[in-house]
């Protein structure tokens, strides 16, 4: 499987065409950003018919004051002053993590679909597992031992999960990570590993070692969600919905 794929899908007009590219490139990508016509692509509605026959929806929403899942197929990511300490709704630069972290059996493939970009900033930000890997592998080779024996738990909303950070099968590295669900743990040892990997990751981020994608309306972006970390610069914004990302879960 390739890191990354790019389809420029203005020119098709049936949201089923549309569905059946990029559930095929998803296949063969960890990372696919497509543009779609903005008239039509900004909409969840187009996403709903695309992808209705291509793929099995997966619910993703969390109710923003409790966490716990509301069953919803979409979750708003949009910029709410009423919520500044909640990276959903905050202008802040949120860390690089994987979204099902502290789930049991979380979407494989989570999707951003852009409704309205911020007025600047906001780029989305990816580095893909592999070469993670690599520069751990090259900068860090005693933290990778680490990570990928040590057993820690992520907890957020009464839901809790227990595993390594990171797993090496034969066909890639596998991802959990968010660092925001893990500072509780009852070792010291276990938490200055969630520390110390929270800083590299910063630091992958100081040096532009993840990708940047910036998202217009009618962009979206699929990307295999234990295989590439995700994360967001900062924007400017000013009043509700100034960025607003539409986001959903797959399995194909």
């Known amino acids: 499987m390739e890191a990354f794929c790019r389809l420029d899908l203005r020119k098709l007009d049936s949201p089923p065409d549309v569905g059946a590219r990029i559930t095929a490139a998803c296949r063969t990508a960890r990372l696919v950003v497509a543009r779609t016509h903005p008239a039509v692509g900004r909409h969840r509605e187009f996403w709903d018919e695309a992808l209705a026959e291509q793929c099995e929806r997966v619910p993703v929403d969390e109710d923003v004051k409790t966490g716990l899942a509301t069953g919803n197929l979409w979750s708003d990511v949009e910029f709410n002053p009423e919520f500044p300490q909640r990276f959903r709704h905050s202008s802040s630069a949120?860390?690089?993590?994987?979204?099902?972290?502290?789930?049991?059996?979380?979407?494989p493939i989570v999707f951003m679909v852009c409704h309205r970009a911020a007025p600047r900033g906001g780029a989305t930000l990816f580095l893909d597992g592999q070469r993670l890997l690599s520069v751990l592998a090259t900068e860090r080779p005693e933290l990778l031992t680490m990570l990928t024996g040590a057993i820690v738990r992520f907890n957020k909303a009464g839901?809790?999960?227990?595993?390594?950070?990171?797993?090496t099968p034969p066909d890639g590295p596998f991802l959990r990570w968010n660092y925001y669900t893990m500072r509780n743990q009852v070792s010291p040892d276990l938490l200055a590993i969630v520390e110390n990997f929270h800083c590299?990751?910063?630091d992958t981020v100081d040096r532009s070692l993840p990708l940047a994608v910036r998202l217009n309306e009618g962009?979206?972006?699929f990307f295999h969600d234990a295989r590439v970390l995700h994360g967001r610069d900062s924007f400017t914004a000013g009043i509700t919905g100034d960025r607003c990302l539409w986001k959903g879960g797959l399995r194909i």
């Open 94 to 107: 949120q860390p690089l993590h994987t979204d099902g972290a502290y789930l049991y059996d979380p979407p």
């Open 200 to 202: 590299f990751l910063q």
């Open 219 to 221: 962009d979206a972006v």
């Open 159 to 167: 839901v809790h999960v227990e595993s390594t950070i990171i797993a």
